[in-house]
């Protein structure tokens, strides 16, 4: 059966507008976290000041800071710095749709789409001024891309999408047939997509892996082996500068812990759903689609869902928790991408159901017409009129047929799996599900400093909240800093010496010490000896007078203690 455009067209804007929707919803948290500061901050200052950054730090963020860069100078604001972050969240919805129209069917690409669009993962990072939905949205392109670079449609051309009929309830030819004349315009738009992606965020190019899994298992022959060959190997020399020096600035890192024993539970709930009324169906329908036979294909050079989807959620993440076990790499936000093989695998798994119960519904109204008919059953109207043929009413009940019943029936059902999130969604609008709010720092130091105060840092990255909302501290005086982050090519600005800052701190009666939590344990002792004398001085010559506690950040004023004796 042919598929008509508007049914895929469907399918593909339904999910878009519902994660458009849910992306838009509670956008405006009213504050900024520790990451989406650093994006504000570093994509505001100009062209040369984040090239002389990215030589120091942040390098593996260089292209999304870029990208950031002319949508925070047409408006330096919080909805606008997540803008980019919804609108590739929505797209990333609207190809995971694509994608399961192509290789399946239109319904199929609609749940799936809808899936992606209502898992709390997806809306938490549509809201997230960072690049990981950028990333996934990239991810999504290429693995879309990949399947029109190695399958054509019935129409031959590459550009149709799979098959299905008008009414949606008539099993479809399977789409998937390797293309006869691979075109280098494919490939090279698959080249650039992954390394687009890549150079968003260098951990994506485990796709790689997956995509190889995925020709693999469609049994691809050799010449498509050495095509997409080609495009990888170019992807690799575009990612191997950033790369190099990426891994000079590896401490950026040192905060990541070995995954522990519930880190793969974390991961498929955040995948799949936190709530069991949507986690033991989702894996349910999972087990389903991927359940034998989907491998080998029917035909050599085919692509399935399973083939796609079963390698891109799975392979990514477990190497990079493989590898974090030796080497810490692994957090879940850096696998986002993976996020988009649960949906397509659930649909699949939904759709095989589907055809199962079809069929038997089937078998079972040819057993019982044969059994009538041997057993000589009675017609249940021997007189049909003259508006029916008796051959269609003999021996059969009349069935009224609604159009797109089981796509309306997986609808209802993503619907009500949505409902029963609400609340994790709603939960995740709270400014306190982050790991902190730089707004309310910066306001508590508005009500608390006056004018002339002098302000001390503790670390120095503590002096983001300063960076993001500077009007909090309009006025004070930043003790230790000596050259502002835009000029000096660092995030948080470069600090005066050891001496010198001991020689600053001796003229003060009194000082505001803003501090991250960890920084007031006797357990921390710093490498830098500029945030030593910090601790020494303030510990040794000042006393706690006044203190304001929020999640991630402590304002406390310290006075001069009174001479001895």
Request: positive net charge.
């Amino acid at each position: 059966m042919v598929v008509k455009r508007p049914q895929v067209a469907v399918a593909v804007l339904v999910p878009v507008l519902v994660m458009s929707a849910i992306g838009l919803w509670g956008i405006d948290r009213g504050g900024m976290w520790r990451d989406e500061a650093v994006t504000f901050q570093v994509a505001r200052r100009s062209l040369p000041q984040i090239w002389q950054l990215l030589h120091s730090v942040d390098a593996v963020h260089g292209l999304y800071y870029l990208l950031m860069h002319p949508v925070l100078a047409l408006h330096p604001g919080e909805v606008a710095l997540r803008l980019p972050s919804l609108c590739a969240a929505a797209a990333t919805a609207g190809l995971v749709a694509a994608l399961g129209a192509r290789l399946a069917r239109p319904r199929v690409g609609l749940w799936a789409g809808l899936l992606y669009a209502v898992t709390p993962m997806a809306g938490h990072f549509a809201q997230e001024g960072r690049s990981y939905a950028l990333v996934a949205a990239g991810v999504a392109a290429s693995t879309l891309l990949l399947a029109r670079a190695v399958t054509a449609d019935g129409d031959g051309n590459g550009n149709g999408n799979g098959s299905g009929s008008g009414g949606g309830d008539q099993e479809d030819e399977p789409v998937g047939r390797l293309a006869r004349h691979a075109r280098p315009v494919g490939w090279c738009a698959y080249g650039g997509a992954v390394a687009v992606t890549v150079l968003l965020h260098e951990f994506a190019v485990l796709i790689l892996l997956a995509h190889a899994a995925t020709l693999a298992l469609a049994r691809m022959p050799r010449r498509v082996w050495r095509d997409w060959a080609r495009a990888a190997g170019a992807v690799v020399l575009v990612l191997l500068p950033l790369a190099l020096v990426s891994s000079g600035q590896a401490d950026q890192v040192a905060w990541l812990r070995p995954p522990g024993g519930g880190t793969v539970e974390r991961l498929l709930r955040s995948f799949t759903g936190p709530t069991m009324l949507v986690l033991g169906p989702y894996l349910l329908l999972i087990a389903l689609a991927v359940r034998v036979p989907f491998t080998p294909p029917a035909r050599r050079g085919e692509l399935s869902v399973p083939a796609v989807a079963l390698p891109l959620l799975l392979l990514p993440p477990a190497v990079l928790i493989a590898v974090s076990r030796h080497w810490p790499l692994y957090d879940d936000r850096y696998v986002l991408y993976a996020l988009a093989g649960a949906p397509l695998l659930a649909a699949a798994g939904a759709e095989r159901l589907v055809l199962a119960a079809r069929r038997a519904g089937l078998a079972r109204r040819d057993a019982d017409g044969l059994m009538r008919d041997v057993g000589g059953a009675p017609d249940l109207d021997p007189d049909p009129g003259p508006d029916l043929d008796p051959a269609l009413v003999r021996g059969v009940r009349v069935r009224v047929r609604v159009p797109y019943a089981a796509t309306l029936v997986g609808v209802l059902a993503i619907t009500l799996a949505f409902v029963s999130q609400l609340p994790v969604l709603r939960e995740d609008r709270d400014p306190a599900r982050r790991p902190d709010n730089l707004a309310v720092v910066s306001a508590a130091a508005a009500q608390r400093m006056s004018p002339g105060d002098s302000v001390l840092f503790l670390p120095s990255l503590g002096r983001r909240s300063a960076l993001a909302y500077p009007k909090g501290f309009q006025g004070t005086r930043d003790i230790a800093l000596e050259e502002p982050a835009p000029v000096s090519g660092t995030l948080y600005g470069r600090e005066a010496g050891p001496d010198e800052l001991r020689r600053r701190l001796a003229g003060l009666d009194r000082v505001w010490v803003v501090a991250e939590p960890y920084a007031l344990k006797s357990a921390w002792y710093p490498r830098d000896p500029t945030e030593r004398v910090k601790l020494t001085v303030v510990g040794e010559e000042f006393a706690p007078r006044a203190e304001f506690v929020r999640k991630g950040s402590i304002l406390r004023l310290y006075v001069r203690r009174a001479p001895a004796v």
